[in-house]
């Protein structure tokens, strides 16, 4: 393997022999939508190349049938003993991959590319988001408060891969858009201008959550701009979220929560006149839509953890504490401080009201 080098110049596409290729990329759901641009640029830079995906078990669906990737790679390493460790290097070491991308670039990843280098084995390319062992190619220091997306970018740049996937791809099978075409026929969406309200998140997040009577608000300001409908989406435990909101609106409000799967999300939002959301998963994931999205942040910084695409903006209070990543707070005020008023110009700045 190459002695890494800041100063290196290569450009791996044109190097017809690598022909096997890993990126790894564990979790969570946000920083698998904003990885899988950089997935995408990695594929059309190889087309030639067999791409496998590293992922972990609750994430494997979100690729099942995508044509980008010959396997997926599903191994439990967190919590797990030695006994998956030593089951990925068998796995990793077997393939024999000429270049594997690491996006996840954490020390736990460092750690089994470490292992996997001193087992013997011979990738002739490492690449990181930090140039240091055991990557020979990575990207040049980058300030703290650096979009996740642009790391990686400069990642595979330092390869000479281009990085030009502006938005999250992810390859919707077609029982996914017959799934979003049948909820919005039965409900008489078909045709309907809507927005989307991501409302919730998980349990241990909830200082991200903007507040039922918030969404409320906004929905009113919107219907009375002309959306005939708001579409409420989430998981089963963000069941009592929606549910607040639609109390207070009424029927016109569409309670889908608990009745989709995560890539059901795609189809349903690319109809949608808008997307409003919480910081989560489920936001960074159907930025991949491409319609206009508000994104409310409060205890995280927007410029490292925003959705990527420039149809996507962010409000944010001008608390003094925002940005703190507290799991818990005693006033709770950061995200809440963000009005429906304020929400609703910035959506008709935007365009999209």
């Not at 002695?3 to 022909?19: C, G, T």
């Not at 087992?119 to 140039?131: D, E, I, K, P, Q």
Request: aromatic share 8%; net charge positive.
């Amino acid at each position: 393997m190459p002695a890494p080098s800041q100063e290196a110049r290569v450009n791996l596409p044109a190097d017809r022999e690598i022909r096997r290729i890993l990126i790894m990329k564990w979790s969570a759901l946000g920083d698998i939508a904003v990885a899988s641009a950089i997935m995408e640029d990695v594929s059309r830079a190889f087309p030639w190349a067999e791409i496998h995906l590293n992922t972990l078990p609750p994430w494997q669906r979100l690729f099942e049938g995508d044509p980008r990737f010959a396997k997926i790679i599903s191994i439990p390493l967190r919590g797990q003993g030695t006994g998956n460790t030593l089951r990925w290097l068998r796995e990793i070491r077997g393939n024999r991959y000429d270049a594997i991308v690491d996006l996840q670039s954490n020390d736990r990843s460092r750690l089994l590319l470490t292992l996997l280098k001193l087992s013997g084995a011979r990738v002739r390319w490492l690449l990181g988001n930090h140039l240091r062992f055991p990557y020979n190619l990575g990207a040049p220091p980058l300030p703290k408060t650096t979009h996740a997306f642009t790391r990686q970018r400069a990642t595979i740049a330092s390869g000479g891969i281009p990085a030009v996937t502006a938005l999250p791809v992810f390859h919707i099978a077609a029982r996914h858009r017959t799934r979003a075409t049948e909820l919005l026929r039965t409900h008489g969406l078909e045709g309907k201008r809507y927005a989307v309200f991501l409302p919730g998140c998980q349990a241990a997040g909830y200082l991200k959550r903007w507040g039922a009577q918030r969404y409320a608000a906004l929905a009113v300001y919107l219907r009375e701009a002309g959306y005939d409908n708001m579409v409420l989406l989430g998981a089963t435990d963000e069941m009592e979220e929606c549910q607040r909101i639609q109390a207070l609106c009424g029927d016109w409000v569409i309670n889908l929560c608990g009745q989709t799967e995560v890539l059901d999300l795609v189809p349903i939002c690319e109809r949608a006149a808008s997307i409003i959301a919480n910081d989560t998963g489920t936001a960074h994931v159907t930025a991949a839509a491409g319609v206009p999205m508000l994104v409310y942040f409060g205890a995280t910084d927007p410029r490292r953890a925003r959705p990527i695409g420039n149809h996507v903006l962010t409000l944010q209070s001008e608390i003094y504490c925002i940005n703190c990543y507290r799991k818990h707070c005693s006033h709770h005020s950061c995200v809440e401080l963000v009005s429906p008023e304020a929400a609703f110009a910035a959506l008709k700045n935007h365009g999209a009201a």
